[in-house]
């Protein structure tokens, strides 16, 4: 093989292997085969809506400038999630707002009831899931989530990670799984 060839082919190789890199099966492509399934078409649809909703949502990006927000979510089953939802008034306050909680998911909408995780609060808000952002809204009435002075939910985040969290870091910054936690089991972590 002459010189130019060897280049030539080395520089294949070399384009053939950059470009393969990015194509890695992470495991977001999954399809569910329903072929043996004897869930019904409805059901079906339930359950990818609810595992495509799983991701990170925000909102604002300049503390300094105004509020900022995110909403962490993590699929349980067909028609349930786990979410932490952390807000900040922003400046000149700084005031802030944190709910870990389960919403219940129908037609991609989720809806949260404080009254179902703690007695203290009366907090209704409800997840609106669109393909690249997610609406959030806090029932008039029951707008007592525990956050500080002047601190709101309701905004629109943006999908900014559609990967299944592993994770979320608290206001105490605390690392904490969400793999086999339950409300419960964060409520009482330091029993």
Do not use: W
């Amino acid at each position: 093989m002459t010189t130019k060839y060897k280049l030539t082919f080395y520089y294949i190789i070399a384009v053939l292997t950059i470009c393969s890199c990015g194509n890695e099966d992470t495991g977001k492509n999954k399809t569910f085969d329903t072929t043996t399934s004897q869930t019904s078409d409805k059901q079906e649809t339930e359950l990818k809506s609810s595992l495509n909703i799983g991701g990170t949502y925000s909102f604002g990006d300049n503390v300094e400038e105004g509020p900022v927000g995110s909403v962490i979510v993590y699929p349980l089953t067909d028609n349930t999630a786990l979410f932490f939802l952390d807000v900040c008034r922003g400046a000149p306050s700084y005031n802030l707002g944190q709910i870990f909680g389960q919403m219940t998911i129908k037609n991609n909408i989720g809806v949260y009831d404080s009254k179902f995780d703690d007695d203290d609060l009366n907090c209704f808000i409800k997840f609106e899931f669109n393909s690249d952002q997610l609406i959030v809204t806090t029932s008039d009435g029951h707008d007592d989530c525990g956050f500080g002075h002047a601190v709101y939910a309701d905004n629109t985040y943006k999908l900014v990670d559609k990967s299944i969290p592993k994770f979320f870091i608290n206001g105490e910054g605390d690392t904490i799984q969400f793999k086999g936690l339950t409300v419960e089991k964060y409520t009482h972590r330091f029993d």
